[in-house]
């Protein structure tokens, strides 16, 4: 365990938790915000590390990332827990798991150098911490991307970006790319319904780009939550003064969680909101959860020339087609798209393969797996929570995964 995360406090019992912007105060024992990280007699540990509850592999234009070496494969992970409790998170499963201590027992454990090397041996161009928020998992993370990085293999983040500047000064150098779910855009809406707050994440959005790090915002817009036209206006003016070339992704909501008496988002609201966001100077928005076959929506998710509005890279549900004659850069009017387009495209049969494995049904695409027999903290125990600071086994699945219950190698696919 990395101890650059953590920091003395009153003497030699308390610490400091530095991953996340709670920066959680624990004495021996307690627990932080996010429940999967204690002081276990001085030295912060994380139940995530080296454990997973899913790996996959899909196209990276699912995370969602359009100007991160678009139709390449990616590999993702998760794990259990989160240092948010969204109302409508739609990876509630694992993100807001009740029972820790069976999420943790079903998890696989799972080793840098493995899973970097089935990326290697499989073509994959990237690795990425997702599904639940990677921060309170950093060390792995870290550790992770320093053994990518190594050969060759992209790292990337999908985070709702309340890192510390402790966790993002650490992280960024073995980084190439976050996507920062800007959830809204008011601090009081922030921190009653996600218990975040939303200055750091503005705060770290400028130091990851200044860092060098590529960064796509997405922003899920909920009916009654932070669709109100003046804050989607603000958001959007902020956005454009940071960086008018960073890709906005704004995308609908569906009942979930305990939101499943809400309304879906209206495409009314979508394109209003995208209209919004060029208005005010950003280069690059897109639509997301939606159809894009109607007239409303048709390219949505297509990248155009900023310029003269030529359209550079089609997408539609199952594809993705590069229009330009030389990557990121128009072929009609020569205008440079920043972004990461340097690489080779996938076999069009490859791509295929792995989007088709993307609609399969869940039930039939999760390998079931035994409990770990190794004890875990006890539920009782996590109940003392810290003071925070004011304020379908598949062919591409990550093969070889050991479940430690019964030392047989086993594949879990989690369909998104």
Same mark, same amino acid.
Request: charged fraction near 25%; hydrophobic fraction near 30%.
């Given at each position: 365990?990395?101890?650059?995360?953590?920091?003395?406090?009153?003497?030699?019992?308390?610490?400091?938790?530095?991953?996340?912007?709670?920066?959680? %105060?624990?004495?021996?024992?307690?627990?932080?915000?996010?429940?999967?990280?204690?002081?276990?007699?001085?030295?912060?540990?994380?139940?995530?590390?080296?454990?997973?509850?899913?790996?996959?592999?899909?196209?990276?234009?699912?995370?969602?990332?359009?100007?991160?070496?678009?139709?390449?494969?990616?590999?993702? &992970?998760?794990?259990?827990?989160?240092?948010?409790?969204?109302?409508?998170?739609?990876?509630?499963?694992?993100?807001?798991?009740?029972?820790?201590?069976?999420?943790?027992? @079903?998890?696989?454990?799972?080793?840098?150098?493995?899973?970097?090397?089935?990326?290697?041996?499989?073509?994959?161009?990237?690795?990425?911490?997702?599904?639940?928020?990677?921060?309170?998992?950093?060390?792995?993370?870290?550790?992770?991307?320093?053994?990518?990085?190594?050969?060759?293999?992209?790292?990337?983040?999908?985070?709702?970006?309340?890192?510390?500047?402790?966790?993002?000064?650490?992280?960024?150098?073995?980084?190439?790319?976050?996507? &920062?779910?800007?959830?809204?855009?008011?601090?009081?809406?922030?921190?009653?319904?996600?218990?975040?707050?939303?200055?750091?994440?503005?705060?770290? &959005? @400028?130091?990851?780009?200044?860092?060098?790090?590529?960064?796509?915002?997405?922003?899920?817009?909920?009916?009654?939550?932070?669709?109100?036209?003046?804050?989607?206006?603000?958001?959007?003016?902020?956005?454009?003064?940071?960086?008018?070339?960073?890709?906005?992704?704004?995308?609908?909501?569906?009942?979930?969680?305990?939101?499943?008496?809400?309304?879906?988002?209206?495409?009314?609201?979508?394109?209003?909101?995208?209209? %919004?966001?060029?208005?005010?100077?950003?280069?690059?928005?897109?639509?997301?959860?939606?159809?894009?076959?109607?007239?409303?929506?048709?390219?949505?998710?297509?990248?155009?020339?900023?310029?003269?509005?030529?359209?550079?890279?089609?997408?539609?549900?199952?594809?993705?087609?590069?229009?330009?004659?030389?990557?990121?850069?128009?072929?009609?009017?020569?205008?440079?798209?920043?972004?990461?387009?340097?690489?080779?495209?996938?076999?069009?049969?490859?791509?295929?393969?792995?989007?088709?494995?993307?609609?399969?049904?869940?039930?039939?695409?999760?390998?079931?797996?035994?409990?770990?027999?190794?004890?875990?903290?006890?539920?009782?125990?996590?109940?003392?929570?810290?003071?925070?600071?004011?304020?379908?086994?598949?062919?591409?699945?990550?093969?070889?995964?050991?479940?430690?219950?019964?030392?047989?190698?086993?594949?879990?696919?989690?369909?998104?």
């Amino acid at each position: 365990y990395k101890r650059q995360y953590q920091r003395r406090v009153h003497g030699e019992k308390h610490l400091r938790c530095l991953a996340c912007n709670h920066k959680c %105060l624990m004495a021996p024992g307690e627990w932080g915000t996010c429940r999967s990280r204690y002081n276990d007699g001085g030295i912060i540990k994380s139940l995530n590390y080296g454990r997973g509850t899913a790996a996959k592999a899909e196209v990276i234009e699912k995370k969602p990332l359009f100007h991160f070496y678009p139709n390449t494969l990616v590999m993702s &992970i998760g794990n259990v827990s989160c240092n948010a409790h969204c109302e409508w998170c739609h990876n509630a499963f694992d993100a807001q798991v009740e029972d820790l201590d069976c999420g943790v027992q @079903k998890m696989l454990d799972m080793d840098p150098h493995q899973l970097v090397d089935i990326c290697v041996r499989d073509g994959i161009h990237t690795i990425c911490f997702t599904y639940n928020e990677p921060t309170i998992n950093i060390e792995f993370a870290y550790d992770t991307f320093k053994v990518a990085k190594a050969k060759g293999i992209h790292t990337c983040l999908v985070s709702n970006g309340f890192q510390s500047k402790e966790t993002v000064d650490m992280i960024s150098p073995v980084l190439d790319a976050i996507n &920062i779910d800007l959830k809204m855009y008011k601090e009081e809406t922030y921190d009653e319904m996600v218990g975040i707050h939303l200055s750091p994440i503005k705060r770290n &959005i @400028k130091a990851f780009l200044k860092h060098g790090v590529h960064v796509e915002v997405t922003t899920l817009i909920v009916p009654g939550v932070n669709d109100d036209i003046e804050e989607l206006r603000s958001m959007c003016k902020w956005l454009a003064s940071v960086n008018k070339d960073m890709p906005l992704h704004l995308t609908a909501f569906y009942p979930a969680n305990r939101m499943k008496d809400r309304d879906c988002t209206s495409t009314d609201i979508l394109v209003t909101a995208s209209k %919004l966001a060029h208005e005010a100077g950003i280069r690059h928005c897109f639509l997301g959860n939606i159809r894009t076959d109607t007239p409303e929506t048709q390219g949505s998710e297509d990248t155009r020339c900023p310029s003269c509005n030529t359209t550079l890279i089609h997408r539609e549900r199952r594809s993705t087609e590069f229009r330009w004659k030389v990557p990121g850069k128009c072929h009609q009017c020569g205008e440079v798209i920043p972004g990461r387009f340097d690489h080779t495209s996938l076999s069009k049969e490859r791509v295929h393969n792995i989007r088709q494995q993307q609609h399969v049904p869940q039930q039939q695409s999760l390998v079931h797996i035994h409990p770990r027999t190794t004890p875990t903290p006890t539920a009782a125990a996590r109940e003392s929570t810290p003071s925070s600071p004011a304020s379908s086994s598949s062919s591409y699945a990550p093969y070889g995964l050991r479940d430690p219950a019964t030392s047989t190698s086993v594949s879990r696919v989690m369909v998104s």
